[in-house]
């Protein structure tokens, strides 16, 4: 039972490197294998069509050259011979016959004077009897019926044999009218080595063809893939932003109406994303003309109401309530103006680090302090952790995160700091009922709220992303999850010297943008 699965497990990966190994398989590759495949299918399927060709044609002339003149000098030798010849008459014969021109071997049997059979062949160690095949001589030695469609009694047949690793033909006839039966034995010893030198002139002539075949694929490809390449590159630049980039159309086929349609689009998406970012421009004016605006009415509006706050104790008790609540919202409304500012710096780039060196456990005291928390807040960290920051911009992050766990988590609510390596890494966990599942990948978006039945609820819903923008802006980030033992773990993670994101590596220049949210 425990091998199936692994087996399966195994089967897949396989699959998986495979699948992997043909996916890196370049395109100009596969394009070479298929020409050169191609190629080397309609090269060899010429070859052995040109060398069977060739060899049924060499064999077929030097075989009917013998047999033909093995028939005529069988007839002419055999003529003179008595009705019963003698042993050595018959072995005249047969060497008479091996003396032609095409150079065979002669083997004649037949009945001598006495009766007693005689074999007589031109060479006794080269061909005995004992060499015809028995299916040669059985069809030899058979009588047909003579009629219209067949007027001979015997034939002439041939079959290919090897011996000793050397192919030879051989042939048989019986003389018609009473007379020897005469066999021969020609070497094609010849034709064969004939026939080796065309199957190496093929094969060579098949390599070079693939060779030029290969070059011929380079070439096509090369031609193919080029604007195939452009267009690759021109897509890329035009991910990176580089919005006006266009491709030389030439021609009419498939790869520049491609090129057509990559022009159009890339021209469209130019003409959508300038009025997107002049929309977006104009917005991120009016948000910071409207918050600047805002501020002179608000600076008198909250100096009044700090002097309403400062009499509360002396209005009529019917109109304090008022009092207290236009008190609050002020504070909230100044509060909003200020992130909604600090909100533009970030999209504006303006935003700037001013680095000094910290110990992070007095920094953490100091924001809890300051905000009167230290009741519900217990701190683990240790003093002399020293990091290179922006304090402000620490400051603003650590009263986010802990304000937020207080809000929304549940009492106590714990901050422990850390060093790993060359990073600071603060957690601050609450024991409230943690976050919903669904709110997760939404806690740092600007005026998210988890519950939209509550759209006035404490704070404005940017807190977190501006807490994410301090973070970023020093080379960070803050990630957020549930605990395993319940409540909300938010995470920040800094390095321990900021200095490189500010110009030249000093402080209060200008800092490299984040990537905010």
């Known amino acids: 039972m425990t091998d199936k699965p692994g087996r399966v497990r195994g089967w897949a990966a396989a699959r998986n490197v495979l699948k992997l190994s043909v996916r890196w398989i370049s ?3 596969r394009l070479m294998l298929v020409f050169a495949l191609v190629a080397l299918a309609a090269a060899v399927s010429a070859s052995a069509i040109a060398y069977w060709l060739n060899r049924d044609a060499v064999l077929t002339r030097t075989q009917n050259a013998a047999l033909d003149d093995f028939r005529k000098s069988l007839q002419d030798n055999t003529a003179s011979l008595p009705l019963l010849p003698t042993c050595p008459e018959l072995q005249e014969a047969a060497d008479r016959m091996a003396a032609t021109s095409q150079k065979y071997e002669v083997l004649l049997i037949g009945k001598v004077k006495g009766g007693a059979d005689c074999a007589a062949p031109s060479d006794r160690d080269l061909f005995p009897l004992k060499v015809v095949p028995q299916t040669l001589v059985t069809a030899v030695n058979r009588e047909r019926r003579v009629d219209d469609s067949n007027p001979y009694p015997y034939h002439l047949y041939w079959q290919r044999i090897t ?47 693939l060779i030029g075949s290969a070059l011929l694929a380079q070439a096509a490809a090369s031609t193919v893939l080029r604007p195939v390449q452009r267009l690759g590159e021109a897509a890329r630049r ?30 469209a998406l130019q003409k959508r994303v300038e009025e997107l970012s002049a929309r977006e421009s104009a917005s991120r004016r009016f948000v910071a003309d409207m918050s600047h605006e805002l501020r002179t009415p608000l600076t008198a509006i909250t100096a009044v109401t700090e002097v309403l706050e400062d009499e509360a104790d002396s209005l009529d ?5 008022a009092v207290q609540l236009v008190v609050s919202e002020t504070r909230r ?28 456990a007095d920094q953490v005291t100091a924001c809890i302090d300051a905000r009167a928390w230290l009741d519900a807040v217990e701190l683990d960290a240790e003093r002399g952790i020293m990091s290179r920051l922006d304090p402000r911009r620490l400051d603003v992050i650590l009263a986010n995160l802990i304000g937020n766990a207080l809000k929304h988590g549940g009492s106590p609510v714990r901050v422990s700091v850390r060093t790993e390596d060359d990073s600071l890494r603060i957690d601050v966990r609450d024991h409230g009922p943690g976050i919903p599942e669904d709110v997760l990948p939404h806690v740092f978006d600007r005026f998210y709220k988890a519950s939209a039945s509550r759209p006035r609820s404490e704070g404005s819903g940017l807190g977190l992303s501006i807490a994410l923008e301090n973070a970023h802006i020093h080379g960070g980030e803050i990630t957020a999850a549930n605990s395993p033992e319940g409540g909300a773990v938010f995470t920040l993670t800094l390095p321990r010297d900021a200095s490189s994101l500010t110009e030249d590596g000093e402080d209060g220049g200008s800092a490299t943008e984040g990537g905010g949210q």
């Open 238 to 267: 035009l991910g990176e932003g580089q919005l006006d980039t266009r491709l030389q159309v030439s021609g009419t086929d498939e790869l520049a109406d491609l090129s057509r349609t990559f022009n159009r689009t890339a021209e």
């Open 163 to 209: 011996l000793g690793g050397k192919p030879y033909l051989v042939g048989g006839a019986k003389v018609i009218g009473g007379g020897p039966t005469g066999y021969l034995l020609k070497s094609l010893e010849n034709e064969r080595a004939d026939l080796n030198s065309l199957a190496w002139s093929l094969g060579i002539a098949t390599g070079l063809a």
């Open 317 to 321: 008790p019917m109109i304090a309530p």
């Open 333 to 360: 409304l100044n509060d909003l103006v200020e992130n909604l500012m600090e909100v533009t710096r970030f999209d504006a780039g303006t935003a700037r680090l001013v680095l000094d060196d910290v110990d992070v």
């Open 27 to 29: 395109l100009r590759l």
